[in-house]
């Protein structure tokens, strides 16, 4: 078996033959010492000739795509799939805070095309059209994910946090989460659905994640919260 590189906060670890390697807040790659996380949360192993990730907590679930955003899984607790990409993302959240690191392997057993290019100003690439301000609205809420440098951690705003990011009422904001998350779940997006068990935090993370996994928004797109900031800034302190 050829070995396996994880990346997390420009830091690097070998996952070697035969030996198994956690990710949690006592194991092999210490995330954090964040209480809300588990102490051994995923779990990378060689079974049946491969490498697999899997999910050996029982609170937290986490967000997997490969580096292109194309394929993407929701890996709840219990659950485990093959390693097949040459790069594997990792998105988890626990209490106010995601995490993002990176699988890199040698292997690559189906290899997925990059996304076409976009014609300049389009976005049409993205894989549910959305509204600019919807677009704006994620782009606030994972804004500290996206403006690093390499998988690491982020803080996800409170909806006060966010709304005052962007210069809306808590109103405005409320109504436009639950419109883009709305959509999301009418095409098969798992935790965004409101209710009984699944708080605005829960769903605000589970939103992060799934945009930044899948490309929904880049770093590309911090320029609309600049531009947002110039639209709302007070004349007579210009």
């Given at each position: 078996?050829?070995?396996?590189?994880?990346?997390?906060?420009?830091?690097?670890?070998?996952?070697?033959?035969?030996?198994?390697?956690?990710?949690?807040?006592?194991?092999?790659?210490?995330?954090?010492?964040?209480?809300?996380?588990?102490?051994?949360?995923?779990?990378?192993?060689?079974?049946?000739?491969?490498?697999?990730?899997?999910?050996?907590?029982n609170l937290l679930a986490a967000t997997v795509s490969d580096a292109t955003g194309q394929?993407?899984?929701?890996?709840?607790?219990?659950?485990?799939?093959?390693?097949?990409?040459?790069?594997?993302?990792?998105?988890?959240?626990?209490?106010?805070?995601?995490?993002?690191?990176?699988?890199?392997?040698?292997?690559?057993?189906?290899?997925?095309?990059?996304?076409?290019?976009?014609?300049?100003?389009?976005?049409?690439?993205?894989?549910?059209?959305?509204?600019?301000?919807?677009?704006?609205?994620?782009?606030?809420?994972?804004?500290?994910?996206?403006?690093?440098?390499?998988?690491?951690?982020?803080e996800i705003p409170t909806s006060a946090e966010a709304a005052r990011r962007l210069h809306?009422?808590?109103?405005?904001?409320?109504?436009?989460?639950?419109?883009?998350c709305e959509k999301l779940d009418k095409i098969g997006v798992a935790g965004l659905r409101?209710?009984?068990?699944?708080?605005?935090?829960?769903?605000?993370?589970?939103?992060?994640?799934?945009?930044?996994?899948?490309?929904?928004?880049?770093?590309?797109?911090?320029?609309?919260?600049?531009?947002?900031?110039?639209?709302?800034?007070?004349?007579?302190?210009?």
């Open positions: 078996m050829n070995p396996l590189k994880i990346e997390f906060c420009g830091e690097w670890y070998d996952v070697e033959h035969p030996n198994d390697f956690h990710v949690g807040r006592e194991s092999d790659l210490v995330i954090d010492d964040n209480p809300y996380l588990h102490r051994r949360f995923l779990r990378i192993y060689e079974e049946f000739g491969m490498w697999w990730l899997g999910n050996v907590g394929v993407q899984a929701w890996l709840a607790p219990g659950a485990r799939l093959p390693i097949v990409f040459p790069q594997l993302n990792v998105l988890f959240s626990a209490g106010s805070t995601t995490y993002e690191f990176a699988i890199h392997a040698a292997e690559d057993y189906y290899a997925s095309s990059a996304m076409a290019d976009s014609v300049a100003g389009s976005t049409t690439i993205a894989p549910v059209p959305l509204t600019s301000s919807q677009r704006l609205l994620i782009v606030a809420l994972a804004e500290h994910i996206l403006r690093q440098s390499s998988p690491g951690r982020g809306w009422s808590i109103t405005t904001f409320n109504r436009k989460l639950d419109n883009v409101g209710g009984k068990g699944n708080l605005a935090t829960n769903r605000r993370l589970r939103l992060v994640e799934y945009a930044v996994a899948t490309r929904l928004v880049s770093q590309e797109d911090l320029y609309l919260i600049d531009r947002n900031d110039e639209a709302h800034q007070d004349p007579a302190s210009a």
